[in-house]
């Protein structure tokens, strides 16, 4: 079952804040971050486990909270590169396929 | 820093034949994967690859499809007889080389239209 994502999509100014979220309905390993830009793969940007860590670098940061099976990312101070498709995608075990979301379009703007 | 490569970039094939995509995972890596995106879709799992023998399969993976990894460097997706929803975006994706959990690292993608 795919993970939820919310919001669909988010439209911000350069340097604003935004908070994508990423759900399931099943007990979750893993939580892998992506984001694609238009006509590109898929570029990983973290993979965070159970055990709620927290991960981060540069202005993009993550959560797992494994009891909620929630995982949120965070994007601070928005740079115009951030523009693109954010997925989630669980799994299970370590070696697991990932199971991706429908993903959040994010366009920032100058 | 190592990267997954794929051929061909963008492949166009008539309705019923026979396509093979390839890719190169990167190389210490111990488990691959096939995904596709339909054009402004999610990514989709299809297979995964451990020990030169799948591991799992999607619904989508049917008897149409087959993977091979012929060598030590190259894993082959092939679609026998394509049909037109099988137009998509196929992109290969490695991970794994000891301890764990795994970044799964994504090629570039083929480009598969089925006219």
């Known amino acids: 079952q795919q993970p939820v994502q919310s919001p669909q999509a988010v439209i911000l100014r350069e340097g604003e804040d935004a908070v994508i979220n990423c759900s399931s309905s099943k007990a979750l390993y893993s939580v892998h971050w992506y984001r694609q830009k238009h006509g590109e793969a898929p570029v990983f940007l973290m993979i965070?486990?159970?055990?709620?860590e927290q991960k981060g670098h540069d202005k993009i940061s993550a959560s797992f909270n494994e009891k909620k099976q929630q995982s949120s990312l965070y994007l601070t101070a928005s740079q115009l590169s951030y523009s693109g498709t954010y997925f989630c995608?669980?799994?299970?075990?370590?070696?697991?396929?990932?199971?991706f979301g429908k993903g959040t379009r994010l366009h920032i703007l100058p | 820093e190592p990267e997954v490569t794929q051929t061909p970039s963008h492949q166009v094939t008539q309705m019923g034949q026979e396509v093979i995509l390839r890719c190169v995972p990167i190389?210490?890596?111990?488990?691959f994967y096939w995904y596709r995106q339909i054009l402004g879709q999610k990514v989709e799992f299809l297979v995964s690859?451990?020990?030169?023998?799948?591991?799992?399969k999607s619904e989508i993976f049917d008897d149409q499809f087959s993977v091979e990894r012929p060598d030590g460097s190259n894993f082959t997706l092939k679609i026998r007889s394509t049909k037109l929803e099988d137009s998509a975006m196929y992109f290969c994706?490695?991970?794994?080389?000891?301890?764990?959990?795994?970044?799964?690292?994504f090629g570039p993608g083929t480009r598969l239209t089925v006219t």
């Open positions: 190389s210490n890596h111990l488990y």
């Open positions: 690859f451990y020990n030169n023998e799948i591991s799992e």
């Open positions: 965070l486990l159970k055990g709620g």
């Open positions: 994706a490695s991970s794994g080389t000891s301890g764990g959990p795994y970044e799964q690292y």
């Open positions: 995608g669980t799994g299970r075990n370590r070696d697991d396929k990932i199971i």
